[in-house]
């Protein structure tokens, strides 16, 4: 009866954060998401990228507003190692 439960993660929230780097060969996207705190995601062909008034960006994780430093809003998949969606936040 030792047995250690693994924490349950609540249903993702909405985040504020500063893309740091965009690595579009292995797909993945490192944010600044908090208190200095550094977390690299997964894109997949299921993350929706959109712009700061929510229309969809055509060309996605390879749209030219995609790109360091830019202040986004996103969705984490339920494992928090994907994005469900990014937003680009208004300047």
């Known amino acids: 009866e030792d047995i250690v439960k693994k924490k349950e993660l609540g249903p993702p929230k909405e985040t504020i954060a500063r893309i740091k780097t965009i690595n579009r060969d292995e797909r993945s996207i490192k944010l600044l998401v908090g208190d200095g705190k550094y977390q690299t995601f997964r894109i997949t062909g299921d993350t929706e ?33 994907g994005l469900q969606w990014l937003k680009l936040n208004a300047k």
């Open 49 to 81: 990228f959109r712009d700061d008034s929510g229309q969809r960006l055509a060309k996605g994780f390879d749209a030219a507003e995609v790109r360091e430093e830019a202040m986004v809003t996103i969705l984490t998949t339920q494992d928090r190692q």
